[in-house]
């Protein structure tokens, strides 16, 4: 086996200090992710690993793609019957995580998860190219499949079936939006000092606490 022991970088690119940061956790993220999705050495600035609690009380974490942020949150599509969505229903808390390497970067945030309105999941899904749109009709997300060609037959048909038409979205399939209850901004700094900024909503204020590292 390798031996890590020596794996390991310096972390100096950046820092975070009170006296710079935003009051606004979302704005705060709205400078990162620009920062982050301009850079073109980070290949998908906007995926995320998203953890939810399933019922034996294990966190599950999996990647998805954050597909819009606003003030009252982030949000990303998937299928309803997969087993996040299974979680999300018997448990609306979720964590979700990004990590930027070459800024030196992490964002850890804990929210509530919620539906969005089916005619925002409507207007997404209508926007993506039709091979995604049949993808996510051809696919019973998270289930055991016999076999690859059982989807490959699947969408084949499909492929007739809609060739002249617009694919309906399916209703197992749309977005959740996470609503934040608390922001963690993680900065790598030299000598493991790193720099830890958690932010924390309190009635309609965000507190901002500074964290060892
Ligand atoms: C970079 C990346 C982006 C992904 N984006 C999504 C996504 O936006 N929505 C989604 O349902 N799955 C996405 N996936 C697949 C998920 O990681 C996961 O395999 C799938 O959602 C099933 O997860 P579950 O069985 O835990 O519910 C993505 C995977 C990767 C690696």
Partial sequence: MENLHDKRKVYDKSQLVESEI???????????????????DIYEANAMAISTVEGDGCPRTRMVLLKAYTYEGF??????????GKAIEKNHKACLHFFWPNLERQIIIKANLEKIAENLSDGYFHSRPKGSQLGAFVSPQSQII????????????LEKEFENREVPRPENWGGY????????????????????IVYTLNDLDWEISRLAP
């Fill in 146 to 157: 016999p076999n690859r060609e059982y989807l490959e037959e699947k969408l084949k048909e």
């Fill in 22 to 40: 935003k009051q606004n956790p979302l704005e705060q993220f709205r400078d990162w992710f620009l920062e982050a999705s301009e850079n073109p």
């Fill in 177 to 196: 939006i996470a609503k934040p209850y608390e922001i963690e901004f993680w900065q790598g700094r030299p000598n493991r000092l790193h720099d830890r």
């Fill in 75 to 84: 949000i990303f599509y998937t299928n309803y019957d997969s087993k996040k």
